[in-house]
């Protein structure tokens, strides 16, 4: 039974991840900074900040799996801030690194999480992987991040990283505060909502990652998100007419919400429209390519 260890295997992507491989018969272990009792998954010790980590999660792993990092918008990004965000995803790397170089048994691929924050505000350009970074913050963290996958691949080992859309899931994300002013009868959009949200629904970024493992020939940078972007005002409504309710679109002004979040107040009101067109052609397949129906299917599974 092949196995999979996984870093940051308790957030959300991660979490829904580990029960995809399960079903699929791989064997799951999870990087963690303390003990849990009754875990689902087997689990080894980490701790990046120290640099230290359980050699026998590595030398155990046919994959590795890394999603760690501190979330983007769970605090005000002050310099201190945008320090965490950014040393979480580079140096978890680079701790995965070190032991990979020191390990016996290397692993088969290894596979990173990424982000189209990578692109920066661009408007109505569509953005592909060898579309230019952005200039902004999250571009700045995620060039960052990059650079150090980067570093694994130049060892040999066969490295691919998906740059992640805006997750459609009930469990996490943005979906759930999004689904907040329908409660009221209201679609809420940001700014003017034309700037173009790159969405995927979670089941098919679980699978693009475990596409991008299972499969050889796949390495380097694939856009992780829905063939079908919307614009933010167009998502609001699709979100609506999967719930079937009455509600009223209503913008939530710009200069309210760069008030109230400051600088990251670009997470919404940037402008990012992806394709998808590279790992269609490498052959993955979208169970979920509308956004009303994978709002639909989350709903309805509570996924």
């Not at 940001?190 to 949200?197: K, P, S, V």
């Not at 790992?279 to 956004?291: I, N, R, S």
């Amino acid at each position: 039974m092949p196995k999979v260890l996984i870093a940051g295997g308790s957030g959300l992507i991660g979490q829904r991840l580990s029960q995809l491989l399960s079903e699929k018969s791989y064997a799951v272990a999870h990087l963690s900074r303390r003990r849990r009792a009754d875990y689902p998954y087997e689990l080894y010790q980490w701790d990046v900040d120290k640099q230290e980590i359980d050699m026998a999660a590595v030398e155990g792993a046919d994959y590795i799996i890394n999603l760690a990092g501190a979330g983007i918008v769970d605090k005000r990004w002050t310099d201190q801030r945008k320090k965490v965000i950014i040393e979480s995803r580079t140096e978890s790397t680079r701790l995965l690194l070190k032991a990979i170089k020191e390990c016996q048994h290397k692993p088969k691929a290894y596979i990173s999480g990424s982000a189209i924050g990578y692109y920066g505000d661009r408007g109505n350009e569509l953005l592909t992987e060898t579309s230019p970074a952005g200039k902004d913050f999250l571009a700045e963290s995620t060039t960052a991040w990059e650079a150090a996958v980067q570093e694994v691949a130049e060892t040999g080992i066969r490295t691919a990283y998906i740059r992640i859309g805006i997750v459609l899931s009930t469990q996490g994300g943005a979906l759930p505060k999004m689904l907040i002013p329908f409660y009221f009868f209201l679609g809420t959009y940001f700014g003017n909502g034309r700037q173009w949200h790159s969405w995927v629904h979670i089941d098919d970024l679980c699978q693009m990652f475990i596409w991008a493992m299972e499969n050889e020939q796949i390495s380097g940078a694939f856009n992780g998100v829905s063939p079908r972007p919307l614009t933010n005002k167009d998502l609001t409504l699709a979100i609506g007419r999967a719930r079937n309710q009455f509600f009223i679109p209503l913008p939530a002004p710009a200069f309210i919400l760069r008030l109230g979040m400051g600088e990251m107040v670009s997470t919404i009101l940037n402008s990012s429209k992806v394709s998808s067109q590279k790992a269609q052609e490498h052959g993955f397949e979208f169970a979920f390519p509308e956004a009303e129906t994978a709002v639909r299917d989350v709903l309805k599974r509570k996924i």
